[in-house]
Structures are given as C-alpha cells and as structure tokens.
C-alpha cells in the first residue's frame, strides 16, 4: 500500500565540545584547544519516487550525526554529516511545532528540516593578555529537535477515476509503459501508479466508489490526489447496468470531498466497449448523453479508439507546453 502521510521526529546533530589543551613545546607554552564541529543539520529532498515515504512508516525517529569534540594543536572537530531524506515531490512538510508548512516541488529541491548545533569553542578562544592559561571551553550547542507531519498529494496532468473495474488501470497500461495489476474485479488497484505520455504524467486514482468521501472503500484515502491533478478523465464501463448512475456516484463524491474537483476539465471515456455488442455500446452513448455528456468509446483492443484518446492527450500536451513557454 501507498504510503501518503506519516510523522517523524527528526534531531539534528549536536555541536562537539572545545577543547582544553596546552602546547608543551618550551617557549611556546600557550592554549592549543580547538573548536568543536558543528552538528549535522537535517534535509527534506524532492525525488520522483512516490513510494518514498514508506521507509519513514516504521522508522519514525531520525538523526544527524553529532559534531566531533575539538582536539589538541588548533584540531577542530569535524562537522558532523548532514542527514538527508528523500521525499517525493508533491510532499507538504509541516513543522508541528511552528505550524510552518512547504511544498517539494522539483525533483532535488532540498529544505532545511532541522539545523545542527554549533561546535563550543576551545580554550585558545579565551586567551588575553591577563588570562594566558585559559580552563575554560564551551561545550557543543544541541541540534534542533522537531516533528514533521508529511502528507503526499500526487502532481499529475491527467487523472484516471471511476468506479473500481472501469478500465483504469488497463488504459494507463495502453497509453504508458506502466505496468499495474490488472484484473476483473473490484479494488485490484490498491495504490495510485503513474505512467508517462512524452511529457504528461497520468495517474491511476484508485478506490473511489459511493460513499467514498465519507470514508467507504478505500475512503478519502486517495480523493486528495484528483486535487493536484489538471485534467479528469472520467472512465464509465460499457458493461454497466446504469452508466448514468455510475458517473453520477464518482461526480457526486468528487463534489462532497472538494467542489473545485468538479470545475476541472473532465472527459467522459466509454471503456470495455469491446466486451459488449455494438448496439450495447451505441445504447450506453445515448445514456449519456441524455444527460449532457459527450463520450467517447474506448477499448484497449482497437487502435482507432485509443487513437481518440491520444488526440486529447496531444491537445492536453500542446496546452501545457504553451503554458510552459509563457
């Protein structure tokens, strides 16, 4: 299963403690201690894999290495390595502590988590000219201790919804080189996939059925990533009893979760057209478009009709590629 949100504690590393220390050449005897390192600081870093966030569901507490203690002979500790995890993008960061939130947005952005503690100063910092022969050092300050909450919403340019079995993780397989389960029955999809077509990312929304908003099925879990998508496709099977009713229970959840998803560019796909007779499919098209709707048909097995898909996904394509160039 997708991991999507979790909370960690994070320590930064701890400053190392100065030094007291002593020349012992003659004529030269004056304070040599150096300087603790300054503790590693910790990093959040965008990466493309949304599956990251899995490996901080059961390793809640993370730690930055401590500074090392100043030595002898002007020796500074060394600093202590920086602690950085690796997120997906679309990640919102959220400081419990201060309430101050950001999002990872580009693969390899990195954000300050947590900052390391500064090295104490050794006794040659103390030296003067009434105190030659300085005791005293300053230990190293602690590391920042923090919580985070995490919380993953995928950032696609197409999403794929529709009641469980209505083709979603078939086309995605079709339009991409992903490759998810699939299967004839419900639910077989248990996690978000993505795919890529040239530069749209598609993702594969699964688990949304009536009552969904309110935390049936699968639930709310994965109605927070249509958010960050910018197109909808809406996928109906052709073998549906009432394919009104079924674009209906999706739009009708979408609306109760977030109104704004109903507001987004959404097309109607008629999927599995294959598995029923002609006349069935012709039947399901005038369905649904007696209730405002302009679907197209798709099966996997025929080219043309994927062929239609492809010409939306271009035109989806050359859009955001104007934008870009804006």
């Given amino acids: 299963m997708l991991v999507d949100e979790v909370t960690i504690r994070l320590h930064a590393g701890n400053g190392g403690r100065g030094a007291v220390a002593f020349n012992k050449v003659k004529l030269s005897q004056g ?7 300054n503790g590693g600081n910790v990093y959040f870093e965008g990466i493309s894999n949304i599956n990251a966030l899995m490996s901080y569901a059961s390793n809640k507490v993370m730690k930055a290495e401590d500074g090392k203690n100043g030595r002898g002979q002007f020796l500074d500790g060394r600093r202590g390595e920086d602690l950085i995890l690796k997120i997906p993008t679309g990640t919102t960061i959220t400081n419990l502590g201060t309430g101050y939130n950001q999002e990872l947005i580009h693969v390899g952005q990195r954000i300050l988590a947590a900052g390391g503690g500064m090295g104490g100063k050794g006794n040659f910092k103390y030296r003067s000219a009434i105190n030659t022969t300085p005791l005293q050092f300053q230990e190293g300050l602690a590391g920042d201790v923090c919580e985070y909450h995490l919380e993953l919403r995928l950032i696609a340019d197409v999403g794929l919804v529709g009641l469980p079995n209505a083709g979603k993780s078939s086309l995605l397989n079709e339009l991409t080189a992903a490759k998810v389960k699939v299967a004839n029955y419900a639910f077989t999809t248990l996690e978000p ?5 040239y530069e749209l990312i598609i993702a594969d929304i699964p688990g949304l059925i009536e009552g969904a908003s309110s935390g049936k099925g699968l639930g709310v879990k994965f109605l927070k990533h249509i958010e960050r998508t910018t197109t909808i496709f809406h996928l109906v099977s052709a073998e549906s009893d009432d394919p009104a009713r079924d674009y209906e229970v999706i739009r009708n959840e979408l609306e109760i979760h977030n109104p704004l998803l109903t507001t987004k560019t959404e097309y109607v796909l008629l999927t599995k057209t294959d598995a029923v007779a002609p006349k069935v499919v ?15 048909p798709v099966s996997i097995l025929e080219s043309e009709s994927l062929d239609e898909v492809k010409k939306i996904l271009n035109k989806i394509k050359a859009e955001k590629l104007k934008v870009g160039a804006n």
Avoid at 31 to 37: A, E, N, Q, R, S
Avoid at 193 to 197: D, E, M, N, V, W
Avoid at 282 to 296: E, H, M, S, Y
């Fill in 193 to 197: 996939h993505l795919g890529a077509y």
């Fill in 282 to 296: 012709k039947d399901k098209i005038a369905i649904l478009k007696k209730i405002g709707l302009k679907p197209v």
């Fill in 31 to 37: 304070p040599v201690g150096g300087d603790g390192g």
